[in-house]
């Protein structure tokens, strides 16, 4: 019985010791190097430039009155969007409104004047010779000329006289928001008075910047030698904000300069943007960006992905088993924080950014999402110049 109790007693140990001993590679074996991937991310990598501009409005009036008087009311809300023809201001009228009468009554009397003239010259000219002398007819031809002289000079009398009254109620000429009035109700204005206010149009506002040089060379270059009518119609123009935030609305260039500033050597352009949100203020900066207007899509990894031996570029994947793959990579640049990629990899893959120096090929891994490379908001080129801000 004891030898029986001695020999399990034995194998119990065995079994014990066996286990300890097997233990750590079971460990081992089961533990798989960590890693962190990233997908390959399509994006578009066209050139793209960026420029300080300014907003200016299409159009501003100021408006003044051409008419010497006092103010006689006020039609609007300072800061308000007025159409065109909406009445702004009324100037006193009462003495416009006797000159118009005055004007009207020597009218009235220029054209009696003239019919009187007409009679006597047709009633001269019905008589003989033996009548009426060769002098007295010529007399009554230079009477009804110069009665038709004076109506004439009445008859425009009187349409000054209606301008001027006309005058006394002033309108906005274009559609706009107008801004604080300078003058209140009561004051004299007239012609020498200066702006009474000033309507600026909102919609659409134009965003100036300039350009220099080289990077007018560059943009011909990027579009194969583009005249600058045609760059104008192969690139597209966005904008981004002071905050940082992208404008919804894309604009269109307008206008070149058509010669370099000697000063700053730049050339000036101009861009049209709708702004049916008032968004746009005039006065304000803004970056303007230029890229190409075909989109040219290219798959973009990080630039800790890729590394490099003897025989090129290469990045490590992980395949559908969980094992890792090398591929070997194209790259044409990059673009902010990425690699331009232009063969190799078709944007389906998944890279491996982090824990590269614990894997090989072959190895199976435990892999961890890592967010997609980031679009590269530099861009391939930027280029903000000294004359762009006035």
């Known amino acids: 019985m004891r030898r029986s109790a001695a020999r ?17 590679h079971v460990a081992v074996a089961q533990v798989k190097p960590v890693v962190a991937t990233a997908g390959v991310a399509i994006e578009d990598v066209s050139p793209r430039y960026e420029f300080v501009g300014r907003v200016e409005a299409v159009n501003s009036v100021a408006i003044r009155s051409r008419i010497d008087g ?41 054209q009696a004047s003239r019919t009187e003239a007409d009679r006597r010259l047709q009633r001269n000219r019905s008589l003989n010779r033996q009548t009426v002398s060769q002098a007295v007819l010529e007399e ?18 009187v349409s000054r006289a209606e301008l001027n009254l006309g ?38 506002v134009r965003a100036v910047f300039s350009v220099t040089d080289r990077s007018i060379l560059d943009l011909r270059s990027a579009a194969g030698g583009a005249s600058k009518e045609q760059l104008a119609s192969g690139f597209a123009i966005s904008m981004r904000l002071s905050n940082g935030a992208e404008y919804p609305e894309r ?27 008032g968004l746009l203020v005039p006065g304000q900066f803004v970056t303007i960006i230029v890229r190409q207007a075909d989109p040219r899509p290219r798959p973009v990894v990080p630039v800790a992905a890729v590394q490099q031996d003897r025989d090129g570029r290469y990045v490590l ?47 199976e891994v435990e892999a961890r999402q890592e967010p997609s490379p980031l679009p590269s908001q530099a861009g391939n080129s930027s280029a903000p110049v000294s004359g762009s801000r006035p």
Request: no cysteine.
């Open 8 to 24: 399990r007693h034995m194998s119990a140990q065995s079994v014990v010791l066996l286990a300890f001993l097997l233990a750590p």
């Open 70 to 110: 006092f103010l006689a009311s006020r039609m609007f809300s300072e800061g308000e969007v007025v159409r065109k023809d909406q009445e702004l201001f009324t100037i006193e009228s009462t003495a416009y409104e006797i000159a118009l009468k005055e004007a009207q009554a020597t009218l009235l009397s220029a």
């Open 140 to 157: 009554s031809e230079t009477a009804r000329e110069t009665a038709q002289a004076n109506f004439l000079s009445a008859e425009a009398g």
């Open 167 to 204: 005058y006394t109620r002033i309108s906005s000429p274009i559609d706009g928001r107008i801004g604080l009035s300078a003058f209140t109700v009561g004051s004299l204005v007239g012609p020498s008075s200066g702006a009474l206010a000033t309507v600026v149009q909102t919609d659409p």
């Open 251 to 277: 604009g269109q260039i307008e206008f070149f300069e058509n010669e370099i500033d000697i000063q700053t050597g730049t050339l000036p352009i101009r861009a049209l943007f709708a702004n049916p949100e």
């Open 317 to 363: 994947l992980v395949g559908g088993d969980s094992k890792v793959e090398l591929r070997r990579v194209e790259v044409s640049g990059q673009s902010g924080s990425n690699w331009i990629v232009v063969g190799g990899l078709d944007g389906e893959e998944k890279v491996i950014v982090e824990g590269l120096q614990n894997i090989s090929p072959g190895v």
